[in-house]
Structure formats: structure tokens, C-alpha cells
């Protein structure tokens, strides 16, 4: 009997470190995923970045550029799977363009099909998973929800704000 009882509590406890130890390697592989994420998400920034100074370019305005400084255009840059996260929105007044009329007024402007880029996170974890544009009078900012901190990022609530330009 004591026999017994002392393989139970040994079994308990390599149950405690099995548990342990796939805790902290599902840990290591959720921020390694998340760090390759981050460079994702920034390339995918500079990629619109450089799609909406094109289009100022040959427009001489941003996309959706209203002029109105009270009433900011949002455009939240999400796959079909992202787009149930995208909601409520800012609780303020603002106009919001879809994704699909974004990437056809780039492709219009552009002469050109576009690749269109989402965060790679389907889920969101804790921050949102989508990227957003919003224009504002003559200025706009394009920003993505990091995970890790960066220099040239802003902390806004509990995530970290990467803003172009």
C-alpha cells in the first residue's frame, strides 16, 4: 500500500512537469510567432505606405481624403475572417470606408492589381489583428497593433502603435 501511494504522488508530480514544461514551450512558441509576426506586419505597412504616396502622387490627395478635420475616414485593412473584430470602431464620429472600396480606389488610381496584405494573426490576442488606415483633413496615419516594443512604435493602451508616417 505505501508502495502505491508513493508512485501516485510520483506520478503527480511528472504530471506537474509535463504540465510545466508544455507550458513554457507553447509560451516560447507564441512570442516566437509573434516576432515573426511584428516583421510581417511592419513590411505590410511600408507596403501601403508606399501604395498611398504613390496614389498622392498622381492625385495630389490620399485615398478617401475628406478635408473635413472634424470627421475622420476609417478603413480597417482586414481579411474576411478579421473584419468581426474590426467592430465597434472608435466611439467618436467618423466615416468608414470598407477594405474591398480601399484596395479598388488603390487599384484604380494605381493602374495596377495590388497584393493585399492582412496581419497574419487571424485571432487577436489581447490587441486587434488588422491594420488601419485613417485619414484626417490633409493627413493620415496607417497603423498596426505590435507585439513586442520598438523605438520608432508609440504605446497606446495595453498595445504597442506602429504609425506611418
Not at 472600396?101 to 492589381?113: D, P, R, S, W, Y
Not at 493585399?116 to 490587441?127: N, R
Given at each position: ?15 506537474f ?99 493585399e ?48 508616417p
Amino acid at each position: 500500500m505505501a508502495v502505491f501511494l508513493w508512485l501516485q504522488k510520483i506520478v503527480k508530480i511528472a504530471l506537474f512537469f509535463c504540465c510545466i514544461t508544455v507550458l513554457l514551450a507553447a509560451s516560447a512558441a507564441f512570442t516566437r510567432f509573434q516576432q515573426d509576426a511584428d516583421t510581417l506586419r511592419l513590411r505590410h505597412l511600408q507596403y501601403y505606405n508606399r501604395l498611398i504616396e504613390r496614389y498622392h502622387t498622381i492625385k495630389g490627395i490620399y485615398p478617401f481624403q475628406n478635408n473635413d478635420p472634424k470627421t475622420p475616414v476609417y478603413i480597417f485593412i482586414a481579411n474576411s475572417d478579421q473584419q468581426k473584430f474590426t467592430h465597434p470602431g472608435p466611439p467618436f464620429a467618423h466615416l468608414e470606408i470598407s477594405c474591398q472600396q480601399f484596395i479598388a480606389e488603390l487599384e484604380k488610381v494605381l493602374g495596377k492589381k495590388i497584393d493585399e496584405l492582412y496581419d497574419p494573426q487571424q485571432q487577436p490576442a489581447k490587441k486587434p489583428n488588422f491594420y488601419i488606415y485613417m485619414v484626417r483633413g490633409n493627413r493620415y496615419t496607417l497603423t498596426a497593433h505590435l507585439h513586442n516594443e520598438y523605438p520608432f512604435a508609440r504605446r497606446k493602451a495595453a498595445g504597442r502603435l506602429c504609425l506611418m508616417p
